[in-house]
């Protein structure tokens, strides 16, 4: 059993849930390299519901849905629903909770998927909520930190790119300042970490550093870098993003030690890094794609059944 049956925020993840959902990860993913067949979740139906365009999130959850032997009800583009109409996310939620047993939603709104929840009587995912937050991705990078690394304590941990609208860089700190990571932020200064992240960091106890441009010596003494996408639609105007897209693009130069260190990234990539980094031994961004669904079948099995 899970401590949470809505899962909306990285901070309602508890060390022993996170326990739980490695253990049952683990599972999973030795059940799926094996052609095991699960049915866990027989007779099941997860709505996906996405308002903002998707590709590894809906797709993962809805293969991990298939694999354990349940259906998925999916509303790919929610343009294309009623809200379209005019009616409110609380109807959506009330209409929807009657289709299925668990429920995972994206909205470009902060905290949407919070309101949402409120009207809805099944285990519901926060699937990304505009800039605030993307707990399920945190999931997926820290199971691949801890199958890689083996503990996913005392890291060293540089995140690169866009850390003020990155909401998976937003979850993932918050999770790893309660483990004694450290982390070394590197963006421009109009994309820096939010103010109330480095608040938590050091009421936890950890430390952070802040440069403004890639230095490989920092890179170097990294155990994981996590790589971000500028967030072009999260900008208050075209002129802000270009100022900012190429301020810290990370070349195959600066990294001095890929054997040492493993380099993530959540995806979609745009132009942020060299793509023969991916040639080096420590490019397990699509390692941590196919982590994705062990992880999210794990979550969606422990939702289900506690419900
Ligand atoms: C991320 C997201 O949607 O926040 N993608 C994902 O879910 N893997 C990262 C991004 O869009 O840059």
New binding site residues.
Partial sequence: MLSFQKLLKAQQISKSDLNKLFHQADIYKTKLETNQRITDLQGKILASLFF?P????RFSFESAMNRLGGSVVSLENGASSSTKKGETLDDTGKVVDQYADIIVM?HPRPHSVEEFSKHVTSPVIN??DGENE?PT?SL?DLYTIHSELGDIKNLKIGLLG?LKY???VHSLVKILSTYNCSFEFISSDELKVPNEIKELIKANGCSFNEHESIDSEVIKNLDVLYV??V?QERFPNKESYLKNKDHCYLAKEHILNPEKLIILH???RVDEMDRTIDELPCAKYFEQVRYSVPIRMALLALLVNKA
């Fill in positions: 903002e998707s590709t590894r999130t994206r699937a990304g993307h991705q997926v866009d990155g909401r998976t971000t996408r967030q959540p995806l979609p």
